[in-house]
Structure formats: C-alpha cells, structure tokens
C-alpha cells in the first residue's frame, strides 16, 4: 500500500445483523422526492419518468444511538426519515430483476438536512451539497439481510420526536420501487458493495432543535434514534 502523508480516511461502516463483519460504506446515493405526499409539502411535481439523486459524502455517516451537535451553518435543520438499502453484488445497466437481486440489506436511515441552506441552494439554481452533506447528516441504523427482511410491501415507516409523530406512511407508497431506483442509477454508475442508497422520505418532515429525541422505525427492520445536541 502507499504511504500516506496524514492517515488515510477511515471507512465508515454500518452492522448488519447475524454478521460479525460490518458493512463498509463505499458511496452514498439519496433519492429525491420519492413519496408523492412529500413531494407536495415541499411545493413541488413528482416526476414520475425518473428518479433524481443527491449524494452524501461517506464522512456524513452517523450511527444511531447517536448525538448529532446541531449543525453549524443552519437554523432550520430538518429530519427526513427513509428506506435504506445496500448493494452486495455488482450491477451496471440492471433490469429490474438485475435490480432486486443486487440487494443485500436493508435498514432505517435519516437524511438530515440544513433545509434553510438546501431552500437557497434550490432558489439560486445552485447544487444541496451544503444542504445534504454535512458532518452526521446520514445516521444509519444497523442492517437487516433482505432474504431476512422479505419483500418491501406496505410496511409502516414512521417517525417522531420527543414521542409525538411526526411522519408515517408506507412503504407501498415510494414512487420509484427498490429495484427501478438501482436499474435506473445503474445506468449512470457501476454500482457495487459499499453504495448505499437512502430511498427518499415520505411526509412530515419538520424541525428539530438542541435537546430534540428522534426515534423513527420500519416494520421488520432495527429502530433508529438519534439525540440533537447544542451546537459545537
Ligand atoms: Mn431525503
């Protein structure tokens, strides 16, 4: 290996369950605008035709059971509850079968958001980075093998703070089902172990501040729960 002259990144990973390995994130890819109710709240079309992407960096990943210092640069921070899956094979120009089968796992994950900043970015035609991608911003919790976790139906996908809910929906209700988001991605990346995909949030998404609980769950996956603290 190459010497490094400061030491390399270090992978950032995610448990899965009934494995002592982890798995290592690789790339993060985030669907926009996936639940048509979410969609309306935040004055916009669905496009139906094609899923969109933003990215998040894999330095962004957080564990659940974790305390996210509220993020500098923001006085609207936001939660957006999702579907996680991982790839565990290969895939490039996928069918849909292709698709599904590249699925390894699946879990709870949280795409936070500095929406004041995403909000700008949006108005001046000017990329999320800043408002997507940020230091704890993808909190993941711990992985459930899809042959364990079975077919994504109507599962409930919910999500409060400090106990009260805030989100809760389905997940027959994604517009752009698992498998036609990677057929579709997969025409644009070589997609392989270590991507991730956060699926997009359904509605409800709000503010949350210093000393906030969030606890947010999907019918047969792990729990998530991450703690706002004071900023740093
Ligand atoms: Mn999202």
Redesign the pocket.
Known sequence: MTDTLFPPPVVQTIPVNGEAAAYPVARIF???R?YAA?AAEMGAEVDREAPFY?TKNPAAVLPTGSTLPYPPGTSDLHH?M?LVLVIGHPVFRASKAEAAKAIYAYGCGL?M?RRDLQNTAKDKRRPWDLG?DFEGAAVFAPLTRAADFGPVADQRIHLSVNGATRQDATLDELIHKCDEVIADLSTYYHLAPGDVI????PAG?GAVVAGDQITGGIDGLDPIALAIGPAD
């Open positions: 985030c669907v926009g996936n979410h933003f957006e999702e795409d958001t997507k956060m699926t997009g949030t998404v």
